[in-house]
C-alpha cells in the first residue's frame, strides 16, 4: 500500500515514546524510581496507565479480527478483558496494594515467607510476560507488513528494540506518564476513523453485514493465493487454486470460502452457540480472561504505584470505565470489515481489517490516508505500551529475584539500578528471538493462553492468599504447579504440538474450565493437609491487608 | 502545650482537653487489640474480612448471572438470539454494547459499598463501646 503519512505517523509515536521517556529519566534517580514511581502517581494518571498498557495489540488488532472472522462468540473476549478488572478490583485491589508488595514475587514473601514460592512465582512471572510479549512484537511486523509493505522481521525487532532501551533508560516512572498518553492516543486512533467509516456506511445506504445471498466484494479486488485450497463460491461450485495465483474480483462479485481458512459464514457468526468448543470453550475463554486479569504481572505492579488501598479501588474502577469505553470500537470495525474488507476472510489475516478499513471504505484519497496513518500509529501505540509494561515487570523480578540472587545480596534485596538495566536487555532479547521463530497464530488467541495461565496460577495464590488464614506455602506451590503446569502444558501443545480433534482439542485449547479448579482445589486440600505450616503472623498480615488506612495503625 | 486562654487571662476550662486525652487512650487501645493479635482485636479483624468477603462474593453472583449465565441462555432457549433490538439481534446487544455499562455499575456498587464496610470497621475501632 502507497501511503505517505504512515511512516512519519509511526515514527513520531516512537519518538513520543522515546522524549517521554527521557523526559521521565530526568526524574527517575532512585531504585524506587525506577520500579515503582515511588508511589506519587495520581490515581487519574495511573488509571489512564493501566489502560494504556492493558490495551495490547491483542485489544487494539487482534479483537476486531476476531469478531470478522467469527463473530459474535468472539464478543466474550473484549466483554472478558474488562471484566476481569471487576473481578480484581472485586478481590485483589486494595489489599494487593495495603500488603505493601512490589512484585509478585514479593506478595509471595510477604503472605507466607516462602523462599521456594517466591522461586516459583519469579519462574510464571517470566513465562506468562513472554508469552504475552511475543504476540505483541508479531502484531507489530504484521502492522509494519501491511502498511508499508516492508519486512515482517523489521516491525517485531523496531518494537523490541525501542521498547527494551527504554525501559532499560527510563524504568517505571517515565513508563507511567508514556501509559498514559498511549492510552488517549489508541482510543483517538480507533475513535476517529470509526466516525468516519459509519457515517460512509449511513450514506452507503447502510449495506447489510450478513446479506442473504453472502458476502459480496464492495469494489474490484486482487487476491494472492499463499497455500494450494479449493475455493466454494455461495452456489456449490468450487475451484482448485495454486500458490501465487492471482484471483481478480469484480465489485458485487460474491466472497468464496476458502479451504483451510476457518472462518464461520453468515447465520454461524451472527448467532452463538457456534464456537469450536461449544458451551465448554465459551465458559473456559470467560473464566480464563475474568480471572486471568489479577494475575498478570504488568497490570498487577501498576498497582504498587497508588497511594493507599482506597485509592487502589479507585483506580481498578476508572480502569474499568475506561477499558470499556475502548472495547465498543473493536466490535464496529469486526462488524463492518465484512462489509468493506471481506477479502481478509479468504486470507485468514483478518488481525489486519482495523488497519485496512479506513482506506477500503474511504478511498485512498488524503483522508483515508490520514486516518489509516492515525490508526498505524495507535497500533504501534498499543504494542510499545503493553510492551513496555510487560517487559518492566519481568525485569523487575529478573533483577530483584534472579540478579540479586546472583550477586548475593539475596532474593528480595531491591537490586541496583544497573541489575535493573541488564535485566531489561535480558527480558527483552528472548521474546524477539521467538517472535522471529515461532509459526504465527492469531495474537488474540496467544493472549487469550497467557489469560488462562494466569489464571490458574496466580489467579488462585491471590484470592486465596488474601481472604484465606489456613493457606500454607506448600499449599500454594502445589496449587501453582498443578493448575498453572497443566495450562502451561496446554500452551507448548497448541504452539508446538500436533493438531488436536474432539473433545481434546477443545480441552487444551482453552484450558482454564478445567485448570482453574483444579489449581484451586489442590491449594486448598494441600494447605489443609500441611496445617501447621500456617505462617504464625497471619492475623497481622490479614490486619495490614484488609484495616483501612484512616486508622493510621 | 499552649494553654489558650480567655480574655481576663485566666486559663479556660481544661475539661475539653481531659476529654480528648481519655478518648485517644480508648482509641489506643483497640488499636493495640488490633495490633497485638488479641481476641477483640482478632474478632474485629475477621468480621471486617468477612463482610468484605460476603459483599465481593455477593456482588460475584450478580454478574455470573448477568453475564454468565447467557451462554447456556442462548444454547437452551436459541430462539432469545434472534430476538432484535434497533435492527440488532440480542446477543450483539448484550454482549458488544450491554456488557460494558454493566460492569462499571457492579464496580461503582463494590467501591461504595467496600468504603462503607471500612467506614463501619473505623468507627467500632474509633468509638468502642464501652
Not at chain 1, 466483554?79 to 478488572?85: C, D, E, H, K, N
Not at chain 1, 475451484?239 to 484471483?247: K, T, Y
Not at chain 1, 452463538?272 to 505492579?301: C, E, K, Q, R, W
Request: aromatic fraction near 8%.
Amino acid at each position: 500500500m502507497d501511503n505517505p503519512y504512515t511512516v512519519p505517523a509511526i515514527v513520531a509515536v516512537t519518538l513520543a515514546t522515546l522524549a517521554i521517556g527521557f523526559y521521565g529519566l530526568k526524574l527517575a534517580r532512585t531504585t524506587s524510581d525506577f520500579l515503582v514511581a515511588s508511589r506519587v502517581v495520581s490515581p487519574t494518571w495511573n488509571a489512564a496507565a493501566i489502560g494504556g498498557e492493558y490495551l495490547s495489540a491483542a485489544s487494539f488488532l487482534g479483537v476486531a479480527g476476531l469478531i470478522l472472522k467469527y463473530g459474535v462468540d468472539v464478543l466474550w473476549y473484549p466483554v472478558g478483558f474488562a471484566a476481569g478488572y471487576l473481578a480484581l478490583l472485586l478481590f485483589v485491589a486494595a489489599p494487593l496494594r495495603r500488603s505493601g508488595a512490589f512484585t509478585l514475587p514479593d506478595f509471595c514473601e510477604v503472605r507466607l515467607h516462602s523462599r521456594g514460592l517466591r522461586k516459583l512465582a519469579t519462574a510464571f512471572v517470566v513465562f506468562i510476560g513472554w508469552l504475552y510479549l511475543v504476540p505483541q512484537l508479531q502484531g507489530a511486523g504484521l502492522t509494519l507488513t501491511t502498511v508499508t509493505g516492508g519486512p515482517y522481521e523489521l516491525g517485531a525487532l523496531l518494537v523490541g528494540v525501542v521498547v527494551t532501551a527504554n525501559v532499560a533508560l527510563g524504568g517505571m516512572r517515565a513508563i507511567t506518564f508514556v501509559q498514559a498518553f498511549q492510552y488517549w492516543l489508541k482510543l483517538t486512533a480507533l475513535a476517529v476513523p470509526a466516525m468516519f467509516v459509519v457515517l460512509h456506511w449511513q450514506a452507503d445506504g447502510r449495506p447489510p453485514v450478513t446479506p442473504p445471498d453472502g458476502l459480496t466484494f464492495p469494489a474490484a479486488t486482487t487476491v494472492v493465493v499463499d497455500h494450494p485450497a479449493t475455493l466454494t463460491l455461495p452456489d456449490g461450485s468450487t475451484r482448485e487454486v495454486r500458490p501465487g495465483e492471482e484471483l481478480a474480483f469484480q465489485a458485487g462479485e460474491p466472497v468464496p470460502h476458502v479451504s483451510g481458512v476457518d472462518t464461520a459464514r453468515d447465520l454461524d457468526w451472527l448467532l452463538p452457540g457456534n464456537d469450536a468448543g461449544g458451551l465448554f470453550g465459551t465458559y473456559s475463554l470467560i473464566l480464563a480472561t475474568f480471572l486471568g486479569t489479577m494475575g498478570l504481572p504488568h497490570v498487577l505492579v501498576r498497582f504498587y504505584t497508588n497511594p493507599n488501598g482506597a485509592a487502589a479501588r479507585r483506580t481498578t474502577l476508572v480502569v474499568l470505565a475506561l477499558v470499556g469505553l475502548f472495547y465498543f470500537l473493536p466490535t464496529l470495525y469486526g462488524v463492518l470489515g465484512r462489509v468493506y474488507t471481506p477479502q481478509l476472510l479468504m486470507t485468514g489475516e483478518t488481525d489486519a481489517v482495523v488497519l485496512l478499513l479506513p482506506v477500503a471504505v474511504l478511498g485512498s484519497g488524503v483522508l483515508g490516508q490520514l486516518l489509516a496513518a492515525l490508526v498505524a500509529a495507535g497500533a504501534f501505540a498499543a504494542f510499545l505500551s503493553s510492551s513496555s509494561g510487560l517487559l518492566t515487570s519481568v525485569a523487575g523480578v529478573i533483577s530483584t529475584d534472579v540478579l540479586a540472587h546472583a550477586s548475593d545480596r539475596g532474593p528480595g534485596q531491591r537490586g541496583s539500578v544497573r541489575d535493573f538495566r541488564v535485566a531489561a536487555l535480558v527480558a527483552g532479547l528472548v521474546p524477539v528471538v521467538l517472535a522471529l521463530n515461532v509459526a504465527s497464530l492469531d495474537v488474540s488467541q496467544v493472549v487469550g493462553l497467557a489469560f488462562a495461565v494466569a489464571a490458574s496460577s496466580f489467579c488462585p495464590l491471590l484470592v486465596l492468599g488474601i481472604w484465606w488464614r489456613r493457606l500454607t506455602d506448600l499449599g500454594a506451590a502445589a496449587g501453582i504447579l498443578a493448575g498453572g503446569g497443566a495450562a502451561v502444558g496446554a500452551v507448548l501443545v497448541t504452539i508446538l504440538g500436533p493438531p488436536l480433534h474432539g473433545w481434546a482439542a477443545a480441552m487444551i485449547a482453552q484450558p482454564a474450565a478445567w485448570t482453574v479448579p483444579l489449581a484451586f482445589a489442590v491449594m486448598v486440600a494441600v494447605s489443609l493437609a500441611t496445617r501447621r505450616r500456617t505462617p504464625p503472623d497471619v492475623g497481622t498480615t490479614m490486619l495490614r491487608l484488609h484495616a483501612p488506612e484512616s486508622l493510621r495503625l | 502545650m499552649e494553654q489558650p486562654t480567655s480574655g481576663d487571662g485566666a486559663p479556660q476550662r481544661t475539661r475539653i482537653v481531659l476529654a480528648e486525652v481519655v478518648r485517644r487512650r480508648d482509641h489506643d487501645r483497640v488499636r493495640a487489640e488490633l495490633t497485638e493479635q488479641t481476641q477483640v482485636g482478632e474478632a474485629l479483624v475477621r468480621g471486617l474480612v468477612r463482610a468484605q468477603l460476603a459483599l465481593a462474593l455477593r456482588l460475584s453472583v450478580v454478574v455470573a448471572i448477568g453475564l454468565g449465565a447467557l451462554p447456556l441462555l442462548f444454547a437452551v432457549a436459541p430462539t432469545t438470539s434472534t430476538v432484535k433490538i434497533f435492527g440488532i439481534s440480542l446477543p450483539w446487544v448484550l454482549l458488544g454494547i450491554g456488557a460494558f455499562p454493566f460492569l462499571v455499575a457492579v464496580g461503582w456498587a463494590y467501591v461504595y459499598l467496600a468504603e462503607r464496610n471500612e467506614q463501619d470497621f473505623t468507627a467500632v475501632v474509633r468509638r468502642p463501646e464501652r
